[in-house]
C-alpha cells in the first residue's frame, strides 16, 4: 500500500476504527515512514485540539429542559387540535394498557 | 436503539416518546454545532429552539421522507446562515464590528482561542463537517444524510478537512513565534 493510500486511513486509525488487520498494518508503516508519522502526529494534534473544544462547550442547564417543555407542550396542543389524532392517541393507549394488563395476568398464571 | 423512521413515524402519529428520544439524541450536537458556527450563546440558543421547532413540524408531515438529522441540521445551517447575513448587514452600516460576537464565547486559553481560530479561518464545507463528526459526534453515515453527499465524499472531505486545519494550525504558531 502506497503513502498516499496510508494517509487516507490515517483518520480512521486515529479514531480507532480499523479492523485489527488494517490497524496493524498502519502501525508498522508508520514505524517505518517518518513522512506518514508526522502527517499521523500532526493529525491527531489536530483532532485533539477539536476534541478539548468540544468539551468546552457546554449548554447552559436551563435551556433544554426549557425547550424540551416546550416542544412537549406543542405536541399536546397539536394533538388536542386533530380530532382524528386525538382518537388514534387514545386508541393506541388504550391498547397499551390492555396488553399490558394481559401480560401481568399472563405471568400470574406461569 | 430505536432506528430513526420508526421514530419519526412515531412522531407524526404524536407518540411523546418519539419526540424525547430524538431530542434527546440531537440537542446537544446540535447545540454545539450551532455555537461553533456562531459563536454567541444566545443567537445559538435562538438557532436550536427554531431548528428543533420547524424539524418537529416538518416531521409530522413528512415521515418517510429522510431523516430528523438531515432535516434538523439542514434546518439549523439555514438559520445560521441567516444569523450571519443580518450581522455581516450590521458590519457594512459599521465597519469596525467584527463578524462575529468572539467576546462572548472566547475560550478561556490560549491553546482552544487557536483551534477555535483556526475552525473559523476554514472554508464553511470544511468546519462543517470537522463540527459534525469531531464535534457533535455524529458517525460518516449520518453526516452523509445531513450533508446530502455520499459517504466516500463526505470521508474524503473530512480528510481534507482535517489536513486544512492542521496547516492553519502549522501556520499560526509559525505566526507566534515570529511575533515573539
Known amino acids: 500500500m502506497e503513502c498516499k493510500q496510508v494517509e487516507l486511513l490515517l483518520t480512521d486509525y486515529a479514531g480507532g476504527e480499523l479492523s485489527l488487520e488494517m490497524n496493524d498494518f498502519i502501525a508498522g508503516h508508520l514505524e517505518n515512514c517518518p513522512h506518514c508519522r508526522e502527517e499521523y502526529e500532526a493529525l491527531k494534534e489536530v483532532m485533539q485540539g477539536i476534541h478539548r473544544l468540544s468539551d468546552n462547550l457546554e449548554p447552559p442547564p436551563q435551556h433544554k429542559e426549557i425547550l424540551r417543555d416546550s416542544l412537549l407542550r406543542e405536541q399536546r396542543i397539536f394533538m388536542a387540535s386533530s380530532p382524528f389524532l386525538s382518537a388514534l392517541h387514545k386508541k393506541n393507549e388504550e391498547m397499551k394498557k390492555r396488553f399490558a394488563e394481559e401480560r401481568k395476568n399472563r405471568t400470574g398464571e406461569a | 436503539m430505536r432506528n430513526e423512521e420508526d421514530?419519526?413515524?412515531?412522531?407524526?402519529?404524536?407518540?411523546?416518546?418519539?419526540?424525547?428520544?430524538?431530542?434527546?439524541?440531537?440537542?446537544?450536537?446540535?447545540?454545539?454545532?450551532?455555537?461553533?458556527?456562531?459563536?454567541?450563546?444566545?443567537?445559538?440558543?435562538?438557532?436550536?429552539?427554531?431548528?428543533?421547532?420547524?424539524?418537529?413540524?416538518?416531521?409530522?408531515?413528512?415521515?418517510?421522507?429522510?431523516?430528523?438529522?438531515?432535516?434538523?441540521?439542514?434546518?439549523?445551517?439555514?438559520?445560521?446562515?441567516?444569523?450571519?447575513?443580518?450581522?455581516?448587514?450590521?458590519?457594512?452600516?459599521?465597519?469596525?464590528?467584527?463578524?462575529?460576537?468572539?467576546?462572548?464565547?472566547?475560550?478561556?486559553?490560549?491553546?482552544?482561542?487557536?483551534?477555535?481560530?483556526?475552525?473559523?479561518?476554514?472554508?464553511?464545507?470544511?468546519?462543517?463537517?470537522?463540527?459534525?463528526?469531531?464535534?457533535?459526534?455524529?458517525?460518516?453515515?449520518?453526516?452523509?444524510?445531513?450533508?446530502?453527499?455520499?459517504?466516500?465524499?463526505?470521508?474524503?472531505?473530512?480528510?481534507?478537512?482535517?489536513?486544512?486545519?492542521?496547516?492553519?494550525?502549522?501556520?499560526?504558531r509559525g505566526g507566534e513565534h515570529h511575533g515573539m
Open chain 2, 7 to 172: 421514530l419519526i413515524n412515531a412522531l407524526a402519529r404524536g407518540e411523546e416518546y418519539a419526540l424525547e428520544i430524538l431530542f434527546e439524541r440531537h440537542y446537544e450536537p446540535l447545540w454545539k454545532y450551532s455555537l461553533t458556527i456562531l459563536r454567541n450563546p444566545h443567537d445559538a440558543e435562538e438557532v436550536v429552539n427554531d431548528a428543533f421547532f420547524r424539524a418537529y413540524r416538518y416531521g409530522r408531515t413528512f415521515a418517510g421522507e429522510g431523516s430528523f438529522a438531515g432535516w434538523l441540521f439542514r434546518i439549523a445551517r439555514n438559520l445560521c446562515m441567516d444569523c450571519m447575513k443580518k450581522r455581516n448587514a450590521k458590519i457594512e452600516a459599521v465597519p469596525d464590528i467584527h463578524c462575529y460576537d468572539k467576546r462572548t464565547v472566547a475560550p478561556h486559553n490560549q491553546d482552544l482561542r487557536v483551534i477555535n481560530e483556526a475552525l473559523d479561518n476554514l472554508k464553511l464545507e470544511y468546519s462543517e463537517v470537522i463540527i459534525l463528526k469531531d464535534i457533535s459526534g455524529y458517525s460518516l453515515g449520518e453526516i452523509s444524510v445531513i450533508m446530502n453527499k455520499s459517504l466516500s465524499s463526505v470521508k474524503s472531505l473530512h480528510h481534507r478537512a482535517l489536513k486544512a486545519m492542521g496547516n492553519l494550525l502549522k501556520e499560526q
